[in-house]
């Protein structure tokens, strides 16, 4: 394995310092750094899923300290999805932020842009916990910078308690990690694999504690019943953009989960995350529903896709980790291109912004209610773009579970109060013409260039839907990888010969 | 000359300080310590303007073994005071100790040394500067206390300070 | 066992029992004493004999049994003996303020307050603030300064 | 009683303590109830490690025994990052209170800020 | 006999650190609060050096170095704050 | 090949007219028409080779893990139904070409029917359930879409999502029936699944399989009960409806009931699940028919029971009922198609579409009135005509069927249904075109322009030869479709129009005079009618969905009501939940490892803390006494680390615990110092017991751990390794700038983060309400006037030189004893920040000549690229390399890229300390009155005060 894995870390961090250092120069240096550098990153990280692909699982021992002992990078076709799907959005998003001068609303975006991206990249490259913890930290630091970027009393308010309940998320991650150190002895994640196999029977127990509240920890951020009730208002209330960004955020709490579930605990927690998953499902469609504002439609439509994935990835079974993985990527873009929507309806609709509520017509409707009538169907699952695909392969593989009648009811059920509030919120915010009050004087018709990284993504789920037949393939391919724990750790740990020290 | 060494002494003070910490003496040591005992008075200097013309001469150490002195003798004084002495049989007293220095680093130092030897506390200056307030454990005559404070460590630190 | 080792053990061992004890008297006299002007004095004896105390029993101890000499001992002495007098300084300026401003809380001692300098000066604490005055005296009730205690 | 005693009971009493304050609330006691739990996380984490007296991981030729440096690391990078969090959480709380007037977290109406409002 | 006295000094500076926690919370002023702390401070610096002679080991000297530096600072902050209301002005 | 082409014709078409919205309607119609003919046209020469039995089929595969695969397939069954969408398609388009005003935007228009188009000829040709499933849900969204095409009138929004809701729906249903019914097969491709019929009807899984598909399909077909929502999709433009709603997609129920009819029917469960809704459909969908008086409504609730008709007879699960219900399906596609266009013309002529304004029409409009009447009369049943033929063939069918072993159920409701429906065409007829003429309509009547009436002469044309020659008309596509419904060879096809005097003709006259009779008795039964008081399905709705959205709306702010507490309260819970749960199923064993004994001095110290703990808890709106208490437990955590062998864990805390202090107080001095209480006895009772469960589960696993032995740590490795491999005897520090460096990085990146985050939330708050409410702040502490006291001023001079070497000396022995980059940073940063304290902001700032944010950039970017360096040394990143130096004077000293690291890390950690400090400080600032100018580093000094120039 070559550097070249590492620099989906390193490279973040040179963009971020140098944007960071320029910050007082031309505007332009900063977003040029931030732009040439997430397209950059989005070409290292294909280059990375070609090897992933065509390799086994790599590793990649840093500092030259024989795993377990040192950090190890661990590139595998999970891994590798996660880095392009993160990139390849954060492309969309920086490109957008920057038509829309939302960088220009507040201090350091580029930088914590920029550092958002090395948390996430780190997180879903690194092969031992405490580092995981450390990029998660990083990562949600980032995030609460972006959050708050803007400010305003409702997003303040907001990034207060989204701030307060990771705080308390991280005490219980290291909570966990505390305990699954003092009982295994080891950090690296493939060592504790192995030693979880050979563990005395007094200590599973405790074992299994750190495991279960680790997993709580990842559905925190995963947004699983009932830790999801700081989602909402966080995304609601952060610039819809970086909502967008932030849409990969759930994610990584379901990939901490797909990574660590099969490979160290043994799938323990699914007897409890199907029901949380489904419960979630109901409750973030109830409030996609609910929504007064179409924020609060992708949150919560967010909330509800994301439970979906977690349902199939609760499963901890080979062919619902396939779908939740060809799930994963969709879901992802689906949310993130309504937030671009929801922030290009608030540019260019006026006073009444993303309010529910008819409003006087305006330029660029006609695109935003296409744009929305993609987005939104991609996010409820409908034909014929990939979340229906996507569904189709997660009802197909619980079949298999004992838990089928719930699940499916749940997801086709939860797929019609989908669309039925996508038809209500379609309807009045783009059909429904309000006449009174009289429309405001004429406005400059928008800049229709600010939808192209919305297109950008929708052109990413259509590339999905096209290319579904490769793209399964990879996701089965990923799924076995993912339950194959000998590898795995064949892999990252040395052969015994030349272990211990 | 005063731009290299801003405080003469205290590039001094401070090399000793650096072979104190190093504990063991090498010329290593010796050499990485001069460097940082001049660079960092270069950037401190900015914080202390001014030098506070100071004679790091013999009064100086005498002064300072005097205030030893009076440390451990009035520590074992107060100590009397404290475990056997009643409450309210002590005689606590404020003294107004009129200055005669006028440096604030010297009322600084004349200050700590009223508060480091028990049963007297430096509590405040006074806003033309000229009066140092300082509170007595147990004092029967305020005026002598505060011509024995004067005499014995403001006159030495006259000296000292120029 | 020599009889330089036997004076030093008994050196060690005086200066360790002085230098606690110092530390107990220090610390009881900031629980005794009746008003916090007089339990200022307690923790001097603490910072300066007490602490002072162990730090030279340290100094004997390490050469004595054979381990180098070390010299960080004086240097936290160096530290304690600049900082404490400032610390007493601030913590009897704060109280000073805080009898001036909350008297009703602050139970005058027996030393009462002091008496302003002369020469139509005041303590810098006390300065002569118009605002403060106004502020203490004045007592119209909207003012409700903050409660400490 | 055991080192093991008092440092458990230690962590425990720390982290109800934590735990009772971040339910308050304001934010002030939050931020405090935070700090409180991370002192708790740090001790924990630390003992993981198991309990050692007087030995520290400092590296020499023929020690007896030493205490394991593994934990101490992690606490170290972990009292750095909740240092950093904390002060993030507490500026946010003073700048959300300056932005909003209230610094209350509950969810409902701030009386403090009723009353000021009827007043004005 | 250093033994002896050691376990003696340390039961005077733990008494003393008990004391220092009376006056903690008896008060009555915030001063005297302050003023506790910093004694407490003081108390667990001697506390370190004698478990340093205990340990026969000087490692934990800086800390007690430190805490001589960085309890005076804690304490300036507390007092200013009771003067001022704002630390740095 | 073809069928590829076929199937994408439509779509292609869509998208060029969506490519060309500013084109003239002119070239807007000869796209879509282009499309629509080329399709056709391709249908037609395709089809011979369908019709001689080789049914022909396309396969690629799309999703090979789902088995989804784009498989066309086009037998004749399909055939026909593509003929259907394609024909009728391309009358609508021409009619919809004269039809939309010049001011709706045509290209949209047909653009949207040609998606719908494609969407419909998938559904024909899917060969692959999945795939079906596909273009089934775009046919709803497509007809969402044309519903609302007319997006300003409420109806039309409302029609839309009804029938989205309602459609969608369905379909979401039919997903799971068709993934069962795939899945019980085996395979989710047509012809593998209709092989199957066996298997699957005795699969556990039918009636699931059954009941979801079928919901489908009633939906899609407006089956009772779910038939309310298609009356409201006329909202749309009438081509539309035309072609939607009466045409095509409300087909697509039945379609599927025929396509699907080898291996979900012939069972009992089928049975009467279909034809009783067929039935119930029927005569509650004429019903409501004969009592409407928009045209359109007629006409739609007449679809909707003439779908019932079809339904019931694909229910019977006969094959000749089933030829029986594709004949009828034919010929109500054509007469339905053409009374709608014609409706939509006597609506565009005569200005409304209330049959009670109209009459007598036949005079002012022939043309018309004579398509209008032919059809009505097809629908009515009347010979010779089309819609006899298949009325008598379903009327034979239900004479032959019995319903729960009575056999006069299903023939008498049928009849029922028929006379309906003879009364509903009738009235149209007669009350529409006959009678007496008015004296004036909205409009004034007359035909319309050929273009407009054209399509619906050729249907009628159609209807009427249907009717006289039906064998050879239809039989050749009839016959073979009939044999693809039910799998094997079709029924003898022999529609006639006399088959000598039958039960079904009795029935039929029967049925005549019934439906002239009602419509004779119209009046009085439309007031009885009336009297039902029948609910408005539409209102229903509405109201229902308001009602859900209102519950949803107080669900969720229930749920999410934004109280921090009830979110941190669920976590806490559910982490000593999750701590039972695994000692509960995991196990436990007490450990064995032996117990440290507790000096006194240890219990003191515990002391200490559990009684400043418990301070901190139970008085914390005495804040700034709640920081103190803070302080002693931050003191004994200190003693505690240095006690249990961790220096450096000691170093940290001390430095960390007195940063975080200042930041406490320069935060508390703008927060309320004593606020009022907020929360209840009860909610701070519970808070208690959380906290003590909380407590209870931490120290227990505490315990736990700390009494069992170590499991062979890793660090054992690190402890081995770290002189020999690391070149550092601290195993923490060579821990953290080399085993673990890449961690270190992360964390210097986190507080740098946090000090930039910190900086972006200050540096605006002096704008806006929160500058406002700064200016406008108060001091709430009586203060004293001295800002910079003289003796702090003078120590913090001299401290700060001092702390600098400290600090340096700290950073350098790191490697080895107890400190390190970060501590020495903290050492730095304080002695800086004590400057602040004592001379004031203004004057420490102007001092420091150090930009914060290069601190943080350059820490990261040096701790980076230390990482990096490696590389040039053909070495793993972070690898770190060190090395014993001897040089002249200095002697031997050790240089090791690791601390070059370290460096990163105290250049960070001071620029992120400073930068937050200062910032914070500053909005202080901001919220003073005095002015700052000549504001010395000290308030009394001395000798200034004495004119002494210093
Ligand atoms: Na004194
Ligand atoms: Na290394």
Not at chain 1, 311 to 331: D, I, N, R
Not at chain 4, 26 to 45: D, E, H
Not at chain 6, 121 to 142: H, K, R
């Amino acid at each position: 394995m070559s550097a070249l894995i590492a620099a989906p870390v390193l490279l973040p961090a040179f963009a971020a310092t140098i944007s960071l250092l320029f910050r007082r120069r031309r505007r332009w240096i900063g977003a040029g750094v931030s732009i040439g550098a997430t397209a950059l990153l989005l070409g290292i990280t294909v280059l990375l899923m070609i090897e992933a692909s065509e390799g086994g699982v790599a590793a990649y021992a840093l500092g030259a300290w024989p795993a377990p002992f040192g950090i190890v990078l661990v590139l595998d076709r999970l891994a590798a999805m996660m880095l392009v799907l993160t990139s390849a959005l954060a492309l969309a998003v920086s490109v957008h932020a920057t038509l829309t001068s939302l960088d220009r609303r507040g201090w350091h975006f580029h930088p914590l842009f920029q550092f958002q991206l090395l948390g996430l990249n780190g997180a879903f490259l690194t092969g031992d916990l405490f580092n995981l913890f450390v990029f998660f930290e990083v990562l949600l630091i980032a995030s609460y910078g972006l959050l708050l970027h803007g400010q305003g009393a409702r997003r303040l308010t907001a990034g207060v308690q989204y701030v307060i309940v990771n705080l308390v998320g991280s005490t219980l991650f290291l909570i966990a990690l505390g305990l699954l150190y003092g009982v295994t002895g080891t950090l690296n994640m493939a060592d504790m694999a192995v030693r979880a196999a050979s563990l005395p029977a007094g200590d599973h127990g405790l074992f299994r504690a750190g495991g279960m509240l680790l997993t709580a920890v990842f559905a925190l951020k995963a947004a699983l019943l009932p830790l999801h009730l700081w989602l909402p208002r966080a995304y609601a209330g952060a610039a819809p953009a970086v909502a967008a960004l932030f849409a990969i955020m759930t994610k990584v709490g379901a990939y901490a989960i797909i990574r660590t579930g099969p490979l160290i605990f043994a799938g323990a927690a699914g007897r409890y995350m199907v029901p949380a998953a489904l419960g979630t499902m109901i409750l973030g469609f109830v409030g996609f529903l609910a929504a007064r504002h179409l924020r609060s439609t992708a949150a919560f439509g967010l909330i509800g896709s994301t439970a979906i994935l977690l349902t199939a990835v609760a499963l901890f079974e080979q062919s619902a980790m396939a779908g939740a993985l060809y799930y994963l990527p969709h879901t992802t873009i689906a949310a993130a291109l309504l937030f671009l929507i929801t922030d290009l309806v608030i540019r260019w609709r006026g006073m009444e912004g993303d309010a529910i509520v008819a409003t006087p017509g305006y330029p660029g409707r006609q695109l935003l209610a296409g744009l929305f009538l993609a987005g939104g169907v991609a996010l409820a699952g409908l034909p014929p773009l990939s979340g229906f695909i996507g569904k189709l392969l997660i009802l197909q593989a619980s079949l298999s579970s004992s838990w089928w009648r719930a699940i499916w009811a749940v997801i086709l059920g939860t797929s019609l109060v989908a669309v039925i509030a996508l038809a209500r919120a379609g309807s009045t915010l783009f059909w429904k013409s309000d006449v009174t009050p009289p429309p405001p004087a004429r406005r400059s018709a928008p800049n229709l260039a600010e939808a192209a990284p919305a297109g950008f993504l929708l052109a990413m789920l259509v590339l999905l839907t096209a290319g579904a037949g490769p793209v399964t393939a990879y996701m089965e391919a990923a799924s076995r990888q993912i339950f194959d724990v000998a590898g795995y750790v064949r892999a990252v740990l040395p052969p015994p010969a030349g272990a211990g020290a | 000359m005063r731009r290299i060494l801003p405080h003469p002494g205290l590039t001094a003070m401070l090399l000793l300080i650096w072979l104190l910490m190093l504990n063991s003496f090498s010329m290593g040591g010796l050499v990485l310590g001069g460097i940082f005992a001049v660079l960092v008075p270069i950037y401190t200097a900015a914080f202390w303007p001014d030098r506070p013309g100071m004679r790091w001469r013999l009064p100086l150490l005498l002064f300072l073994l005097l205030v030893v002195r009076d440390i451990i003798v009035a520590n074992f004084h107060v100590a009397r005071l404290i475990l056997f002495r009643r409450n309210r049989d002590l005689r606590p007293s404020w003294l107004a100790i009129p200055l005669d220095l006028h440096s604030a680093e010297a009322i600084t130092l004349l200050a700590g040394t009223i508060s480091l030897t028990p049963g007297t506390v430096s509590a405040d200056i006074s806003t033309d500067g000229r009066h140092l307030l300082v509170h007595a454990l147990d004092v029967a005559d305020p005026a002598a206390e505060i011509a024995h404070i004067k005499a014995r460590y403001e006159r030495r630190l006259m000296e000292i300070f120029r | 066992m020599s009889g330089g080792m036997i004076i030093a053990d008994v050196v060690i061992s005086g200066l360790l029992l002085l230098g606690g004890a110092f530390a107990l008297i220090g610390s009881w006299g900031l629980a005794k004493l009746p008003s916090l002007m007089s339990r200022l004095h307690g923790p001097t004896k603490a910072t300066t004999l007490g602490v002072g105390s162990c730090l030279i029993a340290s100094m004997v101890y390490f050469p004595a049994y054979g381990h180098a000499w070390t010299a960080h001992e004086l240097l936290i002495t160096l530290f304690l003996f600049i900082t404490a007098p400032i610390s007493a300084n601030l913590i009897a300026k704060a109280y000073l303020h805080g009898c001036r401003t909350e008297p009703d809380e602050n139970a005058p001692a027996a030393e009462g307050m002091p008496v302003a300098p002369p020469h139509d000066a005041d303590w810098a604490t006390f300065g002569r603030d118009e605002e403060l005055e106004e502020m203490i005296l004045g007592e119209t009730g909207d003012a409700s300064p903050e409660r400490r205690s | 009683m055991s080192m093991e005693f008092l440092v458990a009971t230690a962590i425990g009493a720390l982290t109800a303590g934590g735990i009772y304050l971040c339910l308050r609330a304001r934010t002030f006691p939050v931020v405090l109830g935070l700090a409180m739990l991370s002192y708790a996380i740090n001790l924990f984490l630390f003992a993981m490690g198991r309990l050692v007296v007087g030995r520290p991981a400092i590296y020499e030729k023929g020690a007896t025994g030493y205490t394991d440096p593994l934990p101490q690391a992690l606490v170290l990078t972990a009292i750095v990052i909740s240092f950093g969090m904390t002060a993030l959480a507490l500026v946010l709380a003073l700048r959300t209170f300056l932005e909003t007037g209230t610094d209350q977290v509950d969810g409902r109406p701030d009386p403090d800020l009723l009353d000021r409002e009827n007043r004005t | 006999m250093i033994a002896y006295a050691l376990i003696g000094a340390m039961a005077c500076v733990s008494a003393a650190m008990l004391l220092n926690l009376f006056r903690l919370f008896r008060g009555p002023t915030a001063a005297d609060r302050i003023l506790a702390l910093d004694t407490m401070v003081i108390n667990a610096i001697a506390f370190i050096i004698l478990f340093g002679i205990h340990e026969t080991t000087t490692t934990y000297f800086e800390a007690a170095l430190l805490l001589a530096m960085v309890g005076f600072v804690g304490t300036a902050a507390y007092s200013k704050f009771l003067l001022r209301g704002d630390v740095v002005e | 090949m073809h069928l590829i082409l076929l199937a994408l014709l439509p779509f292609l078409g869509s998208a060029w007219l969506a490519l060309l919205p500013r084109a003239s309607r002119g070239v807007h119609a000869g796209i879509a028409v282009a499309h629509v003919v080329a399709a056709l046209g391709l249908l037609l020469f395709v089809a011979p080779g369908v019709l001689n039995g080789i049914a022909d089929q396309v396969r690629y595969a799309w999703v090979p893990a789902l088995d989804l695969s784009v498989t066309l397939r086009l037998d004749a069954l399909g055939l026909l139904f593509a003929g259907l969408i394609l024909g009728i398609g391309l009358l609508i388009v021409v009619y919809a070409r004269f039809y939309l005003p010049a001011g709706e935007p045509m290209g949209r228009f047909l653009s949207l029917l040609l998606l719908f188009q494609g969407a419909m000829l998938g559904i024909a040709l899917s060969g692959n359930i999945l795939l079906l499933l596909i273009f089934w849900e775009l046919t709803s969204l497509s007809s969402f879409l044309l519903i609302g095409f007319r997006s300003d009138k409420a109806e039309g929004r409302q029609g839309a999502r009804m029938a989205l809701a309602v459609t969608g729906g369905g379909g979401l249903a039919l997903i799971g029936g068709l993934l069962l019914l795939g899945h019980v097969a085996g395979s989710y491709e047509l012809t593998d699944v209709l092989a199957q019929g066996d298997v699957v009807r005795a699969s556990p899984l039918y009636p699931a399989a059954l009941v979801l598909i079928l919901l489908g399909c009633f939906t899609k077909s407006a089956q009772f009960p779910f038939h309310f929502w298609l009356p409201h999709a006329m909202a749309a433009p009438t081509p539309v409806s035309a072609y939607l709603h009466s045409a095509t997609m409300v087909k697509a129920g039945v379609f599927l009931l025929a396509r699907l009819w080898p291996v979900l029917a012939g069972t009992d469960l089928w049975f009467y699940l279909v034809a009783t809704t067929g039935l119930i459909t029927m005569v509650v969908g004429a019903a409501i028919a004969l009592f409407r008086h928009d045209l359109k409504a007629i006409l739609a609730y007449s679809t909707v029971s003439q779908l019932g008709l079809m339904t019931m007879l694909f229910g019977f699960g006969t094959p000749a009922a089933a030829l029986a219900g594709i004949f009828h399906l034919l010929n109500h596609s054509l007469f339905k198609a053409a009374l709608f266009m014609n409706a939509g013309i006597v609506d565009h002529e005569a200005g409304t579409r209330d049959i009670r304004l109209l009459g007598g029409l036949a005079k002012l409009m022939p043309i018309t009135a004579a398509l209008g009447m032919i059809a009505a009369a097809s629908m009515a049943g009347l010979p010779p005509l089309g819609g006899f033929l298949s009325k008598e063939m379903m009327l034979e069918e239900a004479v032959h069927t019995a319903w729960l072993g009575a056999p006069w159920v299903v023939p008498l409701v049928a009849l029922v249904g028929a006379a309906l429906s003879v009364a509903y065409s009738l009235r149209f007829i007669v009350q529409l075109y006959l009678g007496p003429q008015r004296d004036a309509y909205p409009a004034s009547p007359h035909d319309p322009p050929a273009g407009l009436w054209a399509p619906s002469a050729l249907l009628v044309a159609l209807t009427i030869a249907v009717g006289l020659f039906p064998a050879l008309l239809t039989g050749w596509l009839i016959t073979p479709a009939a044999a693809d419904i039910t799998g094997g060879t079709a029924p003898e096809f022999h529609p006639a129009l006399w088959h000598g005097i039958t039960p079904a003709l009795m029935l039929s006259v029967i049925a005549v005079a019934a439906g002239g009779l009602m419509l004779w008795r119209h009046g009085p039964l439309l007031r009885g009618w009336e009297l039902l008081r029948l609910p408005d399905a539409k209102r229903l709705f509405e109201a229902a969905l308001e009602r859900l959205v209102q519950w949803a709306r107080r669900m969720s702010d229930a749920v999410h009501n934004g109280s921090l507490q009830r979110q941190l309260a669920l976590m806490f819970l559910l982490a000593v939940v999750i701590g039972v749960e695994a000692i509960w199923y995991g196990g436990y064993a007490p450990g064995t490892r032996p117990l440290l004994p507790a000096p006194p001095v240890a219990i003191v110290a515990w002391t200490l803390l559990l009684a400043a703990t418990a301070a901190v808890a139970l008085v914390p709106r005495q804040r700034f006494v709640t920081l103190i208490y803070i302080s002693v437990i931050g003191l004994v955590v200190s003693l505690a680390f240095i006690y249990l062998s961790a220096p450096d864990l000691a170093l940290t805390q001390i430095s960390v615990e007195t940063v975080t202090i200042l930041l406490l107080l320069l935060a508390l001095n703008l927060l309320p110092k004593q606020p009022v209480q907020l929360s209840s006895n009860q909610e701070r009772a519970r808070n208690l017991l959380l906290g003590l469960a909380g407590g209870t589960a931490s120290g227990l696993a505490a315990w736990a751990v700390m009494t069992r032995a170590p499991n062979d740590p890793i660090s054992s490795y690190h402890w081995a390794n770290s002189y020999s491999g690391g070149g550092g005897t601290n195993v923490v520090n060579v821990t953290l700038v080399d085993f673990r460096a890449f961690d270190t990085f992360g964390e210097i990146t986190v507080l740098g983060i946090a000090a930039l985050t910190i900086f972006a939330l200050l540096q605006p708050a002096a704008r806006g309400v929160s500058g406002q409410r700064l200016r406008e702040w108060i001091a709430d502490l009586p203060r004293s006037p001295e800002r910079h006291p003289m003796m702090f001023a003078v120590a913090a001079r001299l401290l700060l030189p001092l702390a600098m070497m400290v600090g340096l000396y700290i950073f350098l022995r790191g490697h080895n004893s107890p400190g390190g980059g970060f501590i020495a940073g903290l050492i730095v940063s304080i002695a800086l920040l004590m400057q602040y304290m004592a001379s004031g902001f203004e004057w420490a700032d102007q001092r420091r000549q150090i930009d914060e944010h290069a601190l943080i950039g350059f820490g990261v970017i040096i701790a980076a690229l230390t990482g990096v360096g490696s590389l040039l040394f053909d070495a793993p990143l972070f690898t770190s390399a060190f090395g014993y130096f001897t040089l002249p004077i200095v002697g031997k000293f050790e240089l090791a890229t690791a601390m070059l690291f370290d460096i990163g890390v105290a250049l960070a950690v001071i620029g992120a300390v400073m930068l937050a400090l200062a910032e914070l400080s500053h909005i202080a600032q901001r919220a003073q009155k005095e002015p700052a100018e000549d504001d010395g580093p000290m308030d009394v000094d001395p000798a200034k005060l004495r004119g002494l120039q210093r």
